[in-house]
């Protein structure tokens, strides 16, 4: 089975929303081992939709589309594709219990306008929507599957989740796999470069790298009859890969540099601490992304200006004189300063220049130093990023950020193993 | 004339990547007023490449491809567009001398692979490219357009600015400008109800909310044959919108709250400090997100513990023990604590329960206080966040935040107009 996803909205085509639907509905799909051939997307016009979705018939059996399930009168998906397929639009009287009880619960009254969303295309599964007033639908007709969904991204997510994968369970007859291994410190095209061969040999599973907000995604993808089967497929692959790039691995299937960090705090019961100057919170708030961190980390603080570096810090006056803010000498003191007042096994800093302005010959825009110290622990990276004319501020504080993560994982991951 | 915008890529139908170039090409077609009213999407694959071309030329004028562009054996845009043209593919020499200056300043040996990067449909209009190694291209045909740009969003971007934009203008005969009225602590669908008549009544200009990351983004969009004429044009909306919706809109053609923020503090020299808590750093990250922000922020404190709350911010344990971290008496100490400790005109702190864990009857998952103080100046904001049971750590924290950096702005006005 070959699948289109045919996205309806006249915002999807000026540009005011990004199509997060399609991408997410390919993924479901690849999971459930349906071809994704074509992505489309149409406006609130009944004619091009009608067009498109000719288009899609003549080249996949199931066509998804998203979009126009709404109350208003450009919301067209539904009496279109009903008419497409030569059914009368039904009322569906559970639909029409939801929608009144929807709209009870917010003491508010139902409209003639509301109630066109209970109307169904006869003979369709109608799938109920979790999070919003438009119902879902499905028609069968001769071979051929058209799905509606609404357009809202979380009620397309919960629709999906809980109504429609177990409905499409039926025409799928092997399942898709993946493994994501998250690399820091090297770039997309130099793990590209690495491990050519080894990509170009596997064609199941596959293997490709993906950039992700200066991290390295590599994923390996097998399709089989059954999880199991795939993942022992990727087994052969593991060693190759770990003699490439083994030592910028920091995990298996963790979604972030944050989860990995402090999911390996948590179980090694090491806490820590963060002082920021150029991250002004970020590696602060990276860590307080996730829930459960408060066992191991008391809290950090933003010292942007020099005044709060000696205060809060104890940052010596010499050494900003002597050495600037913006170095190896004031990234030990800020990491030592935050640590004793914290009490906090390990502690991170970051000291740089995030530009646009600010940088100097000898200190450029992008300059950044990040250090982690810890009882018997102490170590400076003195970073310079750039990702040539495009860098941007958000781009350097991001990277810098994401390098005390990992510069934290490393010295945690030595201090547990010495102890 | 109007326009379809192709992109091709496995990744993308995979789902692996987000189509934001077709989001960003639409933005730009729209600046132009030429209409786009299909985006499709296909993999790295000749012969469906060649179908959508087809299809894509029937209902369009202008077809803008992205991706398949590279150097290897799965990037096929070109040499199937130049064939679907019937236009061989010739050396262009200024590509190749740019590709030898390339590698050689990144000391590595072109191959021919690379090579291949250098040719160009016969006739074609060659487009720099700034940031990587593939041109782009535009071939005119019997009243059609193509055109060819690279897969990765930085170089579709750099190459539309600088070379496409410029070559498009010919194709444009009148203009569309749009203008951004930026509102907090409204809905989007509450937004829409209050406006509803006077989006109805307005065709040029249109009138159309959007919700952007706990925002409400109300975009005004004018067609005209020049800019002044179109901006013109919005003015009799702006009285009746600020009747309805006045009191929400903090900004006009500001990108978002913290660039209001900081602007703001910059233009009336008033310095601000955060304390936090269940924010954990978001809010400070969040103004200094933005350049030149260390004129008005020295810094600030993450105390997630309640150790910290009374370290650094003189929080009292009589106030934790008796009224809680999360409650009006501690959101205020943490705010006077941060703001003596800065010195800080004004001060911010939240506190709050961002689960999804930790939550009672009584403080449920995402109650959170946010008080404002400065000399003359006090306020605090108790908020209830819930998106129903879609609501996240992630999307209590982002809202949390932004209701700080909102009340931050409301507070320098009031004490900047009372000065």
Chains 1, 2 share one sequence.
Not at 42 to 47: E, M, R, S, Y
């Amino acid at each position: 089975m070959n699948a289109e996803i045919l996205c309806i909205g006249t915002e999807l085509l000026l540009g005011n929303v990004v199509n997060t639907n399609a991408t997410y509905l390919s993924q479901q799909l690849a999971r459930l081992g349906i071809s994704v051939y074509h992505h489309s997307v149409v406006g609130d016009n009944a004619q091009r939709l009608e067009d498109a979705l000719r288009i899609a018939f003549q080249r996949a059996d199931l066509v998804i589309t998203t979009g126009g399930l709404g109350p208003t009168y450009d919301d067209l998906s539904k009496e279109t594709i009903a008419n497409y397929f030569h059914r009368p639009l039904v009322l569906h009287q559970p639909s029409l219990d939801n929608l009144h009880a929807f709209y009870a619960s917010r003491a508010r009254k139902i409209t003639p306008n509301n109630e066109k969303q209970a109307y169904q295309p006869e003979g369709a599964i109608v799938f109920t929507n979790h999070s919003g007033t438009a119902p879902g639908a499905a028609i069968e007709d001769n071979g051929k599957v058209a799905i509606m969904l609404p357009g809202p991204p979380r009620e397309v997510k919960l629709m999906f989740e809980r109504e429609v994968l177990p409905y499409l369970q039926k025409f799928s007859n092997h399942i898709i796999v993946s493994r994501d291994l998250q690399l820091f410190g090297i770039g997309e095209s130099q793990v590209e470069t690495l491990l050519k061969e080894l990509m170009m040999q596997s064609t199941n599973p596959t293997l490709a790298p993906y950039a992700k907000e200066g991290e390295v995604n590599l994923r390996i993808t097998a399709s089989a009859a059954s999880a199991e089967e795939g993942y022992a497929m990727m087994e052969p692959l593991m060693e190759p890969i770990n003699q490439v790039v083994g030592k910028y691995i920091y995990g298996i299937d963790v979604p972030d540099l944050q989860t990995a960090l402090v999911t390996y705090l948590l179980e090694h019961h090491i806490t820590v601490s963060a002082a920021e100057s150029c991250t002004g919170g970020l590696v602060s708030k990276s860590i307080t992304d996730i829930a459960g961190c408060s066992d191991i980390y008391p809290g950090g603080v933003c010292s942007y200006s020099n005044e709060m570096k000696m205060k809060w810090l104890n940052v010596q006056t010499s050494t900003l004189e002597t050495h600037g803010a913006v170095s190896e000498e004031t990234a030990l003191e800020m990491a030592q300063g935050i640590r004793f007042a914290t009490g906090s096994d390990l502690a991170v800093s970051t000291t740089g220049i995030a530009g646009p302005g600010g940088g100097s010959a000898e200190k450029p825009v992008g300059l950044v130093y990040v250090a982690v110290v810890g009882e018997n622990y102490q170590h400076v990276e003195k970073l310079n990023i750039s990702y040539g004319e495009q860098t941007t501020r958000a781009m350097i504080r991001q990277r810098a950020a994401k390098n005390a993560l990992y510069q934290l994982l490393q010295a945690a991951k030595v201090i547990s193993q010495t102890d």
